[in-house]
């Protein structure tokens, strides 16, 4: 039932993304792993073909719409279709004290978790009012509508 179906995953070169992607591979669902480290996402990708899944690689900066536009492209390429998104990209540091960290790092971290998501949730639903398909997005900004 899911062997046509494919989902965009952020942040799909460790930690949660990865295990994301994995496991919906196992289910049958082809997978573009998207994340600014291509050698990591290259080993998520053997190890969900060496599973008999099916993944894409897109080293990809999601902060910068125009790879992130770039991005769509390339799925849309090698699968043909889109039908979720993964938002789960994003980075932690700094972490500490405030009167520790380093405002430049405070402002990119704020920047990269509210711009990057925003800009896979603009490009999909570009995408998907252009395809006139709409399966579902999962997303983590709550004032996406
Ligand atoms: N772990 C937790 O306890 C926890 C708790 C609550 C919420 N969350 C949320 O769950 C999500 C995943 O958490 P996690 O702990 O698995 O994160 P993680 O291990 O730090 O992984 C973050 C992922 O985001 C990618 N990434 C960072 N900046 C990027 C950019 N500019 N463009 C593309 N990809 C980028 C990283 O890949 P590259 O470095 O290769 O780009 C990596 O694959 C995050 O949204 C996090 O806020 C996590």
Do not use: H
């Not at 994995?22 to 998520?44: D, E, P, Q, W, Y």
């Not at 430049?104 to 800009?119: A, V």
């Amino acid at each position: 039932m899911n062997q046509n179906k494919v989902g965009i995953i952020t942040g799909a070169s460790r930690g949660m993304g990865a295990q994301i992607a994995i496991n919906l591979a196992s289910f049958g669902i082809r997978v573009a792993l998207i994340a600014t480290s291509s050698a990591r996402l290259l080993k998520i990708k053997k190890i969900i073909v060496d599973n008999k899944g099916s993944a894409i690689v897109i080293k990809a900066d999601i902060y910068n719409f125009t790879e992130v536009k770039k991005a769509f492209r390339q799925i849309i390429k090698e699968y043909g279709r889109i039908d979720f998104l993964i938002n789960n990209a994003s980075v932690i540091s700094p972490i500490g004290k405030i009167s520790d960290t380093d405002p430049y790092e405070w402002k990119k971290n704020i920047e990269m978790n509210l711009i990057g998501g925003y800009n896979m949730i603009r490009a999909c639903i570009d995408f998907f009012f252009a395809a006139k398909t709409w399966s579902y997005c999962k997303c983590k900004f709550r004032c996406c509508t």
